[in-house]
């Protein structure tokens, strides 16, 4: 990303975010403080040991769990402040989620999966440019069992972009693929990115998948580390792993 850091627009910003996860005379601190703004139009890669907090922050941003402390805002907007309705409305109206198991209903085909959602989203996309977003123009009417793991994720990521999210957040895209298969499912993101300007934010084990991100942002502890930014994008395939 060329531009300064001053002229770009945030879209997410957590500031002071706290996550304590209790369990009876237990208490887990999955986040001490964290403060991360998420800006128009970029790729972000988190990383970092397992347990340091990368899905918690992931779901904290995309308001599927509240934090215990701390202040999130969307687009200048306190989501902190909002009720479990209004909550949620944010999250449908403008997150895109993707898992690293793809979570597809096995007995829909992959159009009808995709049209779970643009049947009540709106301004959605047909099912059929989602899949076309994806590379998957002819696998339409094939169902997940039909599907390899790569194509299986690309109709998860269809899913998630229908609803043209301002905001897609990844937790471990490729985690259960080979490295071949996971590039065409990051090659989908990418594209997604470059084509709807969709801030994008993916969790990886894999510190060779954090060049295709425009800024990298390395967890330890539930704290952020450290940041650094990518003077240059590399294309999926250009990466191996
Ligand atoms: N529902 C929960 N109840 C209790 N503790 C939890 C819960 N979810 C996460 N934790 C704990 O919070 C910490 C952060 O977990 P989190 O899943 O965010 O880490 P992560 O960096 O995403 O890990 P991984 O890379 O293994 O997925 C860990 O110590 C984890 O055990």
Known sequence: MSETQSSRVEVLKAVGITK???????????LKGVDLALYEREIVALLGASGSGKSTLLNILGGLDLPTDGRLFYRGREL??????????FRRRHVGFVFQ??????????RENVALVTEI???AMTPE??????????????????????????????????????????????GALDSKTGVTVL?????????LGTTTALITHNVAIRRIADRVIYMADGEIARAEENADRLAPAEVSW
């Open 101 to 110: 198991f793809y979570n597809l209903v096995p007995s829909l085909t992959a």
């Open 80 to 89: 902190s402040a909002l009720s479990d309705a209004g909550l949620t409305e």
């Open 121 to 123: 989203a709106e301004d």
């Open 187 to 195: 090659e989908a993101i990418v594209e997604v990115n470059r084509t």
């Open 20 to 30: 304590v996860y209790r369990s009876g005379t237990v208490a887990v601190d999955a």
């Open 129 to 174: 440019e989602a899949l076309d977003r994806v590379g998957l123009a002819s696998r339409m009417d094939h169902f997940p069992a039909e599907l390899s793991g790569g194509e299986q994720q690309r109709v998860a990521i269809a899913r998630a972009i229908a609803k043209r999210p301002d905001i897609l957040l990844c937790d471990e895209p490729t």
